[in-house]
């Protein structure tokens, strides 16, 4: 029995799947207890997006901490926060001509999102959020409220309300217009839906399956939002910091969301870090109405400073994860070739996937790709979701190598030949 089987909680969930003790990581690699290399597919659940130890953030955090540089700040003023939000505003937003106030929130995702919902029933003295099918957005009540798995709603314990549930692009089918069904709602006054103060929604759903909305699609939710009133929030936490192939992954839709939450990859380095991003009229907080002890990780705006000066000072990074884009998308369409209806791929960017007939396949090929040494995840409302989700500095040989894993493992499961591919 191990010191975890003694200890830890029945809630891991991980650790069943890679059941081994990891002690070092570099790049795309893991490494375990006993030297073995595993090659990463999961990156930290879209936190690595860099991937482990890169040099250039390891070199800038190690010379803060040497300098005994400021490591906890509540919502002070300190050089790092100063440096990263000149970082980000010359970097990112400036050059997007965007215009957004900073709100530090608690570390996580799911704290960014609280405060997002907080702030847009503040604004508006609405109470409904709108959210939408197989959106996922946190686990503390007022997220997991807004979260459509019901796996993850069950462990509430308690009633989860004012939220009203929409149709994501495409659920019904691609024929079907669910914009004009939502506003249908909003406008008959006997609908038995309220006017929500703010609608909540991923450009493409990570946890929920990599469903993608269109461009036109989030273009017109934009539009629906204005028409009513609705302040119109984007959860960027799992598909921003260049998960798609842009820092942000609404940036196609050349939409303007009144506020944007992010954590994730936002510190390059595993550092825990979320923020709102909010249009500077909508900032009504009083101080210290929403706060968190942990808003304040100085280690973090360190790291994010670095990650967003190194990797977005012009287009070449971008282009590369568009590069590699290509190369997935190519290697799960042969994938999906060869296996017929029953695989099908999902996703844009560098978070894609294949989704096979149910959950049961899926963690098989999952267990199949770790056998061979590759750490890689499922998602989807049945999980049946295969997900691609390696770091984006991921070498392109390494990648490919990634790739004939996956490809040796649906063969496997599925029982189908494969013909392993050199790029």
Known sequence: MTIFDQLESEVQSYARSFPVVFDKAQGEHLYDQDGNQYLDFLAGAGTLNYGHNHPVLKEALIEYIQRDGITHGLDMHTAAKADFLKAFNEVILAPRDMEYTFQFTGPTGTNAVEAAMKLARKVTGRNTIVSFTNGFHGVTLGSVAATGNSHHRGGAGVALGDIARMPFCGYHGRDVDSLKMIDKLLT??????????????????????????????????????????????????????????????????????????????????????????????????????????????????????????????????????????????????????????????????????????????????????????????????????????????????????????????????????????AS
């Open 188 to 421: 008959d006054p006997s609908s038995g839906v309220d006017l929500p103060a703010a609608m909540i929604v991923e450009p493409v759903q990570g946890e929920g399956g990599l469903n993608v909305a269109n461009n036109e699609w989030l273009k017109g939710l934009e539009k629906l939002c204005r028409k009513h009133e609705i302040l119109l929030i984007v959860d960027d936490i799992q598909a921003g910091c260049g998960r798609t192939g842009t820092f942000f992954s609404f940036e196609p839709a050349g939409i303007k969301p009144d506020i944007i939450t992010m954590s994730k990859s936002l510190s390059g380095y595993g550092l825990p870090f979320a923020v709102v991003m909010l249009r500077p009229d909508l900032d009504v907080w009083a101080p210290g109405e929403h706060n968190g002890t942990f808003r304040g990780n100085n280690h973090a705006f360190v790291t994010a400073a670095a990650a967003i000066r190194h990797f977005w000072k012009d287009d070449s990074f971008s282009k590369e994860v568009v590069e590699k884009s290509a190369i997935v998308s190519h290697r799960f369409k042969k994938i999906a070739d060869r296996h017929g209806v029953s695989v099908t791929p999902r996703g844009r960017g560098m978070m894609q996937g294949l989704a096979v007939a149910d959950g049961d396949t899926a963690d098989a090929i999952g267990k199949a790709c770790f056998e061979r040494g590759l750490v890689i995840e499922t998602c989807g409302n049945h999980g049946q979701v295969v997900k691609c989700f390696c770091p984006l500095t991921i070498d392109k040989q390494e990648l490919v190598r990634g790739l004939d894993i996956m490809s040796e493992a649906f063969a496997e499961v599925l029982g189908k030949a494969v013909d392993r591919e």
